[in-house]
Nanobody, 128 residues
Framework: QVQLVESGGGLVQAGGSLRLSCAAS????????MGWFRQGPGNQREFVAGISWDGGRTNYADSVKGRFTISRDIAKNTMYLQMNSLKPEDTAVYYC?????????????????????WGQGTQVTVSS
């Protein structure tokens, strides 16, 4: 059974930092693009960041560019999202996702429908 499990969420004050992890099990994602999405209260799920199969290319939503960094450890089958300078508007449930349809994916897609594996989400709350 393929699973993506997020961890690292929590409550932090504005200006603080958190590091999210996404551990994959049941199959390797080493040749597939992955990404982070989030869904805030009353909002639709939105793209946050994407990373290519080898980690060489990254892609960010304008709202997080310069504050968030996506990375992956292929050997550990794990992806990360380092979030700095957090703002109250970053409050959301954060989901990791994998695209195993396209081999050697670039991670450039921002479309939910392009990702076929999803984690259960981890809550990030930023207080003002």
């Amino acid at each position: 059974q393929v699973q993506l499990v997020e961890s690292g969420g929590g409550l932090v004050q504005a200006g603080g930092s958190l590091r999210l992890s996404c551990a994959a099990s049941g199959r390797t994602f080493s040749t597939y693009a992955m990404g982070w999405f989030r869904q805030g209260p009353g909002n639709q799920r939105e793209f946050v960041a994407g990373i290519s199969w080898d980690g060489g290319r990254t892609n960010y939503a304008d709202s997080v560019k310069g504050r968030f960094t996506i990375s992956r450890d292929i050997a550990k089958n794990t992806m990360y999202l380092q979030m700095n300078s957090l703002k109250p508007e970053d409050t959301a449930v954060y989901y990791c996702a994998g695209d195993t349809v396209r081999n050697y994916g670039t991670g450039m897609s921002r479309r939910i429908e392009d990702y076929n594996y999803w984690g259960q989400g981890t809550q990030v709350t930023v207080s003002s």
